[in-house]
């Protein structure tokens, strides 16, 4: 049994910093990557990248790369999602998710709210 929890969204000016937090709670030694994903008003659903919970390998999609940066905290049972630099582009709901040693996303939080003003 997992539940992840997203925290850390907001309000933030452009040009400002934001870091998202997904605690997993559950037993963890069946999780093979975590994910993070965002979905703006009125599009789809899209990957942003993910980290491998063993090791910390991260990979990030187009809409990631050069743009945010995924980390992990073993210990904590948490994966994080730093953004810099935001723009109003970046306005979204982001969520976690969680594969389990396949390549479907089982297990998603409810996601947080980024929103990035002008």
């Known amino acids: 049994q997992v539940q992840l929890v997203e925290s850390g969204g907001g309000l933030v000016q452009a040009g400002g910093s934001l870091r998202l937090s997904c605690i997993a709670s559950?037993?963890?030694?069946?999780?093979?990557?975590m994910g993070w994903f965002r979905q703006a008003p009125g599009k789809e659903r899209e990957f942003v990248g993910a980290i491998m919970w063993r090791d910390g390998t991260t990979f990030y999609a187009g809409i990631g790369k050069g743009r945010f940066t995924i980390s992990r905290d073993n210990a904590k049972n948490t994966m994080y999602l730093q953004m810099n630099s935001l723009k109003t582009e970046y306005t979204a709901v982001y969520s976690c998710a969680v594969s389990m040693g396949g390549s479907i996303w089982s297990v998603w939080g409810q996601g947080t709210q980024v929103t990035v003003s002008t």
């Open positions: 559950g037993p963890t030694f069946n999780y093979y990557r």
